[in-house]
């Protein structure tokens, strides 16, 4: 039996990226998947067809996930659509890379609504609706923890939000059977984050192993802390980072 047959997954910003192989793989685990995006509702309905074309079940919901109503709503979507939710996985989030003394309330707001109001908003949603067994995951970051390089200082900071926010949450749905961790990647070879480039030389260099991570390794992390082997885990940071915070 597949190792998540019967359950039911939400993956926020799943239409490309790290959260799109996270949707891909969970479905590939058995789970029913439902992903949000915000703008590209191609990209989002072209996941959602090859998991399907897999024999597997998913949904595409448009929900910004620094709009509160709308995050509400794709949880509610979710579990009228599939009748529960088991797994939600917060990985939609944004960096604004420049100079801190360059960088614009604006572009700030939207990095903090995003990376640590939207993550506050659907985690409570998704709650009133987990039962034992429930799994919250974080897709946080590495440098939430140590910061390998300039530019990336309210980034940084809503990642280290996202560190606590799940160790603090830890704490309080332990009692029900739900687990709450934190999946950190490294440099990861997407859209946000390409593996070429002069942004990229100093990222590829900090790895131990002088290399990219590619979406699949995160999407592996995330698989094992959704399944039932991970039942001890919660409160947890798992750095997937080719070792660059060793
Ligand atoms: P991408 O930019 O490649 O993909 C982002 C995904 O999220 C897309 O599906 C996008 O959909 C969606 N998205 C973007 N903004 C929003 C929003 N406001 N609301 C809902 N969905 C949104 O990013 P990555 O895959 O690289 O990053 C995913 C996560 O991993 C982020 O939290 C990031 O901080 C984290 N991370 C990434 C690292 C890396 O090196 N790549 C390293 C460490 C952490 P659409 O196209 O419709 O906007």
Same mark, same amino acid.
């Given at each position: 039996?597949?190792?998540?047959?019967?359950?039911?997954?939400?993956?926020?910003?799943?239409?490309?990226? *790290?959260?799109?192989?996270?949707?891909?793989?969970?479905?590939?685990?058995?789970?029913?998947?439902?992903?949000?995006?915000?703008?590209?509702?191609?990209?989002?309905?072209?996941?959602?067809?090859?998991?399907?074309?897999?024999?597997?079940?998913?949904?595409?919901?448009?929900?910004?996930?620094?709009?509160?109503?709308?995050?509400?709503?794709?949880?509610?979507?979710?579990?009228?659509?599939?009748?529960?939710?088991?797994?939600? $996985?917060?990985?939609?989030?944004?960096?604004?890379?420049?100079?801190?003394?360059?960088?614009?309330?604006?572009?700030?707001?939207?990095?903090?609504?995003?990376?640590?109001?939207? $993550?506050?908003?659907?985690?409570? =949603?998704?709650?009133?609706?987990?039962?034992?067994?429930?799994?919250?995951?974080?897709?946080?970051?590495?440098?939430?923890?140590? =910061?390998?390089?300039?530019?990336?200082?309210?980034?940084?900071?809503?990642?280290?939000?996202?560190?606590?926010?799940?160790?603090?949450?830890?704490?309080?749905?332990g009692s029900r059977g739900?687990?709450?961790?934190? $999946?950190?990647?490294?440099?990861?070879?997407?859209?946000?984050?390409?593996?070429?480039g002069d942004w990229a030389?100093?990222?590829?260099?900090?790895?131990?192993?002088?290399?990219y991570g590619r979406v699949?390794? *995160? =999407?592996?992390?995330?698989?094992?802390?959704?399944?039932?082997?991970?039942?001890? *885990?919660?409160?947890?940071?798992?750095?997937?980072?080719?070792?660059?915070?060793?």
């Amino acid at each position: 039996m597949s190792k998540l047959a019967k359950k039911v997954a939400l993956v926020t910003g799943g239409s490309r990226g *790290i959260g799109a192989a996270i949707a891909k793989r969970l479905a590939a685990d058995g789970a029913s998947v439902a992903i949000t995006y915000a703008k590209d509702a191609s990209a989002a309905s072209a996941v959602v067809r090859a998991i399907e074309l897999g024999g597997g079940k998913a949904i595409a919901i448009q929900a910004d996930a620094a709009n509160v109503e709308a995050v509400k709503g794709a949880v509610e979507k979710a579990v009228s659509t599939f009748g529960r939710l088991d797994v939600l $996985v917060n990985n939609a989030g944004t960096a604004i890379p420049k100079p801190f003394e360059e960088a614009t309330q604006e572009e700030m707001d939207r990095v903090i609504d995003i990376n640590v109001r939207g $993550v506050f908003a659907t985690t409570q =949603a998704a709650l009133k609706h987990m039962k034992e067994g429930g799994r919250i995951i974080m897709v946080g970051s590495a440098v939430g923890e140590r =910061a390998v390089a300039p530019g990336l200082v309210p980034y940084a900071a809503t990642k280290g939000a996202v560190k606590m926010f799940t160790q603090a949450l830890s704490r309080e749905v332990g009692s029900r059977g739900i687990t709450v961790n934190n $999946v950190q990647p490294g440099p990861i070879d997407t859209d946000l984050n390409p593996a070429s480039g002069d942004w990229a030389i100093p990222q590829k260099a900090a790895t131990a192993l002088d290399r990219y991570g590619r979406v699949e390794e *995160i =999407a592996a992390m995330v698989a094992f802390v959704a399944g039932a082997e991970s039942s001890y *885990i919660t409160g947890a940071n798992l750095t997937v980072d080719g070792g660059m915070n060793a």
